[in-house]
């Protein structure tokens, strides 16, 4: 291990971040460290290495200043020119030969909104939140801010801004959905609809499978043949597809879901559709991962209006297939297996739902 001199100032790096390790003599033996915000890359290193010479000289001069203040320049402050958009637009740019077209969707939302906010410098980045929270949903201006996070994080590694403003940033998540779930009969007439459907009927098989398994939409949407055993007997949900990107499933496990009757005749007639061209399960019409949103909008929704039933989203089939098997006497901890929830989650959201109708008195 290379031994610094006595007195010399140090660059090193601390969780990817670079930071200036200080003469202890300086400080009368206390170990002081100067966190530079910068990212520990090959070009910042440069920047860092050039402040550690400065200092050095300055305390060798006996021009030191031990608040630091001195040494905090400009460079290490987000430049004032530079703007959101711009920043976001070089991120996208980077990106753009990497990722699905779906992806490219979702990037060009992004990019729209922040088109159409006023706030557009990075000191204002609260203020681009607030503003997004009083045009947008809770979950779409947490997307976005998402996306602007990873868009800075990329640019300080990139050298060109200090800080992310947007690391913190929390949007409060919706006070409790009102979990709402389907009747029976709901269901199959959704599921009926959606197979007699000259637009949306290649969507059919997936929404019943959303029914018959009670999986997460993002699950169904990245499940792949590979996942479901030979014979069809049991599916492995490892996976999800969320804003474009391959994930672990929401609580990070993986799951075994065993395959009834039912749902092995609907994986039967899909393999014929799909295996032999596609690697996914369920592919939109462009081969790709379905796009939820659109396909919320476009077929989901119009399809629940005219059957005059109260428009929820998809995710309701969830809903539905927990409070129809609890109803149906399947114990808590099995239910909460299948579905990849802890039976906690199972008792304070669903109990006292899985009857539809009341009760002879």
Not at 21 to 40: M, N, S
Not at 86 to 112: G, M
Not at 157 to 175: D, Q
Request: proline share 6%; hydrophobic share 35%; aromatic share 10%.
């Amino acid at each position: 291990m290379l031994k610094h001199p006595k007195g010399s100032v140090v660059v090193c790096a601390w969780n990817g971040r670079l930071r200036l390790r200080l003469p202890r003599e300086v400080y009368r033996g206390k170990q002081v460290y100067f966190a530079l915000k910068l990212a520990d890359t090959q070009k910042n290193r440069a920047i860092a290495t050039k402040l550690a010479a400065q200092i050095y000289c300055d305390i060798v001069l006996g021009e030191f200043d031990p608040t630091l203040d001195k040494y905090r320049r400009p460079t290490y402050e987000p430049p004032k020119n530079f703007t959101i958009g711009e920043i976001f637009k070089s991120y996208f740019d980077h990106k753009l030969p990497q990722i699905a077209k779906s992806s490219v969707r979702n990037f060009s939302t992004v990019a729209k909104r922040i088109e159409l906010a006023p706030f557009s410098r990075l000191e204002d980045a609260l203020k681009l939140k607030n503003w997004l929270l009083e045009n947008y949903s809770p979950d779409a201006t947490r997307r976005t801010i998402a996306k602007l996070s990873a868009a800075c994080n990329w640019a300080i590694e990139e050298g060109t801004i200090a800080v992310n403003p947007f690391e913190r940033m929390k949007v409060a998540k919706k006070a409790n959905r009102h979990i709402r779930p389907f009747t029976p009969q709901e269901r199959d007439r959704i599921i009926e609809a959606f197979e007699q459907s000259e637009t949306a009927s290649r969507y059919a098989p997936f929404v019943k499978f959303l029914f018959l398994t009670g999986c997460r939409p993002s699950e169904a949407i990245a499940l792949r043949w590979k996942n479901i055993s030979l014979g069809f007997t049991e599916i492995t949900f490892a996976e999800a597809f969320v804003e474009g990107q391959r994930k672990e499933t929401k609580t990070g496990t993986v799951r075994q879901f065993p395959v009834n009757d039912s749902l092995k005749d609907l994986l039967a007639k899909q393999a014929t559709k799909t295996k032999q061209q596609f690697e996914l399960v369920f592919p939109d019409v462009s081969k790709n991962e379905i796009h939820l949103g659109n396909f919320t909008r476009r077929y989901w929704r119009r399809t629940l209006k005219k059957l005059n039933i109260s428009v929820r989203g998809p995710y309701h089939t969830r809903h539905t297939f927990i409070t129809q098997t609890l109803d149906l006497g399947v114990p808590v901890k099995q239910v909460a297996h299948w579905v990849g929830n802890s039976p906690e989650i199972i008792f304070k959201h669903y109990a006292g739902l899985t009857r539809s109708e009341v009760p002879k008195l």
